[in-house]
């Protein structure tokens, strides 16, 4: 494969919005200040900076009104260059050897046609030389937030092989190559490298690190930097700053509980949340955010899958789900919050008002059906078991403060399962779940009982008229058992998988030998595809 066919191959492979700030061929650094291009990406790098002291330094077309940094602009700059650290997997070493260093610094006359500009990866000499202008008077003390931090970062940005997300550049140079960004992203709410202000973003303050975009397209020229944020962190909303996470660790907060404002919290991956329209956080993709706190305005929160703690606070707030209302269920714990669990997996909400699926729209306090189990809580999670006993208060003020995060179990353990596994415990609970439940905590387990015995997918598959009834419902097919099936005689293991295996090849091939797949093929498909067992 040639080099264009690979860095077409890589494109194509890559989301757009990572595609439209890498440069032509991928330029980026490698080892001892080598470029690498498309075929090499997401290697973590030393990249070592100096700044110019000499004119003699730069070239000829960049030495007009040179000047070193000052001490500040040099502190700036270091403080610039720890936010794209902090991110990826570049360490920067400082040193004195400019002519060695990987990415220099200097300032420059550039008679107002831009604020400054930097020279991509390449191993000219003057690959990855930034030149600040020294008669732009934003750059003389670039603050964190002011518009000259922005700049440097920015530049910092196009060293490390990061372009314009947009058809523009500085007023002396051509336009950039594509691709590009759409115009509702081509601004700095999404990345740095754009030109464009976001109008929800704070007035007069600027972003303090890579964007959204940024992040994923550094990280994917050299590899994130996993060992970033390793506790679990709060991070607080205000509509005064505006900053974009990189947090791959910990079970972490946004957190807006001194907000009167309306918030809007999303904790998704690649989203924003806003305080009173005013966009306050950004979260790069890989970001985990697992708990939100809302302040005392009608909030808005949007979940993840990774097992959420909401706090709606005071005023009338909504949380947002993606799926349609049939797809939740919604239990009440004995410490009034509530479990919702669905397509996301299961979150416990405190202080919410309102439940927003992708269908409608409901009362929490409505759509509540029935108490959480905190037995079944403490069965399908060993320790639990271990630490609490059968003590129900213990369990479910678990679950809510830290199981919901730590994506525990609520089901793992099936009570009618256990029942239907053990004539004795049949004949002594009947279908009683929390009974059989309570038995397996306090003693089943410590006798060895297992809460698998029971063979539901044969019972359902050697009696049709329940694949009919109850699809894939196992807890409704092994209730039918404990109130009806073994009352009737029913068969439980009459449905022959090998021989259902043995009649069609397709199954065959995709299932091998594997006797319980074929047997959840016929309930699942095989049925009402028509299949049978041919003889």
Do not use: C
């Not at 020279?119 to 008077?137: E, I, W």
């Not at 003389?140 to 000259?148: D, F, K, M, R, V």
């Not at 403490?378 to 678990?398: F, K």
């Amino acid at each position: 494969m040639s080099d264009d066919e690979a860095a077409a191959s890589s494109a194509a492979d890559i989301p757009s919005f990572i595609s439209a700030l890498l440069t032509s061929g991928t330029a980026h650094w490698g080892a001892g200040n080598t470029v690498l291009g498309s075929a090499s990406v997401g290697g973590a790098v030393v990249v070592t900076y100096a700044f110019m002291t000499s004119s003699r330094q730069a070239s000829s077309a960049d030495a007009t009104g040179f000047a070193a940094m000052s001490a500040t602009q040099q502190a700036a700059v270091r403080q610039a260059l720890a936010t794209w650290s902090a991110v990826a997997n570049v360490t920067f070493v400082e040193t004195t050897d400019v002519a060695g260093a990987t990415i220099t610094f200097a300032t420059n006359r550039q008679r107002g046609q831009s604020a400054a500009y930097t020279y991509y990866p390449s191993t000219s000499s003057t690959g990855g030389a930034v030149f600040v202008a020294n008669d732009s008077a934003t750059n003389a003390n670039p603050t964190i937030a002011s518009y000259g931090f922005l700049t440097l970062v920015h530049e910092i940005g196009h060293a490390l092989g990061l372009k314009h997300p947009g058809n523009y550049n500085a007023g002396f140079s051509n336009g950039e190559d594509g691709p590009y960004l759409s115009a509702a992203e081509d601004n700095y709410a999404f990345t740095v490298m754009s030109y464009h202000n976001n109008a929800a973003l704070p007035s007069g303050v600027y972003p303090t690190g890579p964007g959204i975009y940024d992040t994923a397209a550094i990280q994917y020229l050299y590899g994130a930097n996993m060992a970033a944020a390793p506790g679990n962190d709060s991070y607080t909303l205000a509509s005064s700053a505006y900053v974009t996470l990189w947090d791959p660790n910990g079970v972490n907060t946004l957190n807006g509980a001194a907000q009167n404002a309306a918030l809007s919290i999303d904790l998704r991956e690649g989203t924003f949340s806003s305080v009173g329209g005013v966009l306050s956080v950004g979260l790069a993709y890989g970001t985990r955010i697992q708990k939100a706190v809302g302040g005392t305005g009608n909030d808005s929160f949007t979940v993840n899958s990774l097992g959420n703690r909401i706090d709606g606070g005071a005023g009338d707030d909504t949380v947002y789900l993606s799926g349609t209302r049939d797809q939740y269920s919604i239990r009440l714990t004995s410490t009034g919050a509530y479990v919702v669990s669905g397509v996301e997996g299961n979150d416990v909400l405190t202080g919410i008002e309102h439940l927003r699926f992708s269908d409608s729209g409901i009362a929490l306090t409505a759509a509540a059906a029935g108490g959480f189990d905190a037995l079944r809580y403490l069965a399908s999670n060993a320790d639990l078991m271990t630490a609490y006993g059968t003590d129900t208060t213990a369990a479910t003020n678990h679950y809510v403060e830290l199981g919901v995060v730590e994506r525990r179990s609520l089901t793992g353990f099936d009570p009618y399962n256990y029942l239907a596994g053990y004539h004795d415990l049949m004949d002594a609970f009947g279908s009683d779940a929390s009974a059989a439940t309570r038995h397996y905590i306090q003693r089943g387990r410590a006798e060895g009982r297992s809460a698998t015995l029971f063979d539901t997918l044969s019972y359902e598959a050697s009696n049709p008229d329940l694949i009919r009834a109850f699809g894939t419902d196992t807890e409704a097919v092994e209730l039918h058992y404990l109130t009806s099936g073994r009352y009737e005689g029913r068969s439980l293991a009459s449905f022959d998988a090998a021989a259902y295996l043995a009649s069609y090849a397709d199954l065959r091939s995709a299932f091998g030998s594997d006797l319980t797949a074929a047997t959840r093929h016929y309930v699942q498909h095989g049925y009402a595809e028509g299949r049978t067992v041919i003889a």
